[in-house]
């Protein structure tokens, strides 16, 4: 928490309770003189890994922590069986992350305010129709994504919609809660149609008036950048997204990411 709390990341305690559940054996700290300097983490899907909060002290970097935690998360992809690793490089680090291998994909763009709902035909997710919502992601991102979204699910199930259409499932969305904020995402729909998506996001907006809310959107689908933005949300920022190994396509679908440490 300290070191997140220094990037002023928002990362809440249950968010690192969720992650540890969720990789217990892919996170891992660097130790100097008894001194906690750095960490980073991972969450894999089948095929590929996902590397995230990496964090070094501000006296400790540029002595090759950084290196050292990342090159230990590739170690742990590898034993996982993993093609593919991908990050979200922050703060100007993508030369750092090239020099190990890493290659730019695309932007990563950050969203915040409190969003101006419209009508939706969304519903709150059930319990029961979550090996459909799993179903439809894994279909759109060709990953298996399932121990995410039930954990995000679990922590926040009043912050989760799907939308159907005609009786057949369009679209989920999944929320969780911060210090000050809800973060949005993944948004997801199917088959790619803006309106599927504003009428998921009107869901949680429309039932959270009055809260911030932040969602990471792929600058690679025009649609989801022009939809927040004309739904109230201010771009405040960026992160680069990379990726080793084999290249796996960001889908058209995807309106919102789960969030930089989940991909």
Request: glycine letters at 10%; proline letters at 3%; charged letters at 30%.
């Amino acid at each position: 928490m300290e070191l997140t709390d220094a990037e002023e990341w928002h990362r809440t305690v249950s968010d690192w309770r969720r992650l540890f559940e969720l990789e217990p054996r892919g996170i891992f700290k660097a130790v100097l003189d008894g001194r906690d300097v750095g960490v980073a983490a991972t969450i894999t899907y089948d095929k590929a890994c996902w590397i995230h909060s990496v964090i070094v002290r501000r006296d400790m970097q540029r002595m090759g922590v950084g290196s050292a935690l990342v090159k230990r998360c590739l170690e742990f992809a590898k034993t996982r069986g993993s093609s593919t690793v991908k990050l979200e490089s922050v703060g100007g680090c993508e030369p750092f992350y090239e020099q190990l291998g890493f290659v730019r994909e695309f932007e990563s763009l950050r969203f915040f305010g409190r969003g101006l709902a419209s009508g939706s035909r969304a519903e709150r997710i059930d319990e029961s129709d979550l090996a459909e919502v799993c179903a439809l992601d894994k279909s759109v991102t060709g990953l298996d994504r399932q121990r995410v979204i039930y954990a995000v699910y679990r922590d926040a199930p009043e912050l989760a919609y799907l939308l159907k259409v005609n009786g057949r499932m369009r679209g989920y969305l999944l929320g969780r809660r911060g210090d000050d904020r809800i973060q949005i995402g993944p948004c997801i729909v199917y088959p790619d149609r803006s309106s599927y998506a504003k009428e998921l996001l009107s869901a949680i907006i429309g039932d959270n008036q009055g809260r911030d809310f932040r969602a990471c959107v792929p600058d690679v689908n025009p649609k989801a950048k022009s939809l927040v933005g004309k739904m109230g949300f201010k771009m405040v920022g960026t992160a680069t997204r990379m990726y080793l190994g084999t290249k796996l396509a960001e889908a058209a679908s995807v309106y919102v990411i789960a969030s930089p440490e989940k991909g």
